[in-house]
């Protein structure tokens, strides 16, 4: 195999990838009203996407807004990829405080894509499909992992991003905070496992033992009770690992994710 220069540019995307970037941003903003001529260019390190606004143009493109078309331009083009170039959007000639009522739209409409994009099929659909065919089949760690970050954990992580975003979080802060939902998510699966195991139907309230009934793979089918339990406590530390950054005002997060592993129904 071939050495790789660590000194060399990362390689150009696909060409139909600055495309989409460009599409998206043009339906996106004729939807809202705007009359924008935009310039998709490709450097070494990102996409850039230049927006300036034509004469007659109605639209105060402010901060949020900018925001929001950059956090779902890079859904379209970075799907839960990493080590892809980010898309960047610039905005030159707008007001930077813009029109409240079309920041609070812009907010919304980041928020209402979290929620969508943890809904599809690389969400709760896709989990709940791979769950349903995992039933009566062997899988390792490593799919049952994919299975849960799936369900459970889009679901918390949307919880978490959307209230994040509608509470206008910093980017820093949002990553903190997408990092503590991911923990917390799969933590609350693999301590489900464990309560399935080892409550009654009574302190559960519901009935216990059915994964072992249809025969699904669990945290615990697959690495035990004891070592499920410590999984658990690792993702507990994971989580508030990632609020650290946040002080004080995660406080109720921090307590959130103990009660979730901490449990005992």
């Known amino acids: 195999m071939p050495e790789r220069n660590e000194g060399a540019p990362p390689p150009r995307e696909a060409p139909d990838k600055v495309a989409r970037a460009k599409a998206f941003c043009e339906e996106l903003l004729r939807r809202l009203g705007g009359d924008v ?8 390190e990102a996409i850039g996407v230049s927006l300036t606004p034509r004469d007659g143009n109605g ?5 949020a807004l900018v925001e929001a078309m950059q956090y ?6 970075n799907p839960r990829a990493e080590g ?3 898309v960047n959007v610039d905005v030159g000639g707008f007001s930077e405080d813009g029109d409240p009522a079309v920041k609070a739209m812009a907010v919304r409409l980041a928020a209402t894509a979290v929620l969508a994009e943890a809904c599809g099929t690389g969400g709760l659909i896709g989990g ?12 390792d760690t490593a799919a049952l992992e994919r299975l849960h970050r799936a369900k459970t954990g889009a679901l918390l992580t949307a919880c978490v991003r959307g209230g994040a975003i509608l509470g206008s979080a910093r980017p820093n802060e949002l990553e903190a905070l997408s990092r503590y939902a991911d923990a917390v ?3 609350f699966q693999v301590v489900d496992d464990v309560l399935d195991a080892t409550e009654s ?16 793979a669990t945290y615990v089918s697959l ?16 989580a508030l690992a990632a609020l650290e950054p946040l002080g004080p005002r995660a406080a109720l997060l921090a307590a959130l994710a103990r009660l979730v592993v901490d449990r005992h129904s």
Do not use: C, F, P
């Open 185 to 187: 998510g799969l933590a």
């Open 72 to 77: 779902l331009v890079n859904r379209v083009v």
């Open 128 to 139: 709940q499909v791979m769950d349903l065919e995992s039933e009566g089949r062997a899988i």
């Open 201 to 216: 139907a009574e302190r559960l309230g519901k009935t216990a033992g059915k994964d072992a009934a249809a025969h699904k």
């Open 37 to 44: 001529a935009l310039d998709v260019k490709e450097s070494a």
């Open 59 to 63: 639209l105060e493109l402010g901060g």
């Open 223 to 238: 690495h035990g009770i004891e070592r499920a339990r410590e999984l658990a406590s690792g993702l507990l530390r994971d």
């Open 84 to 86: 892809r170039k980010w």
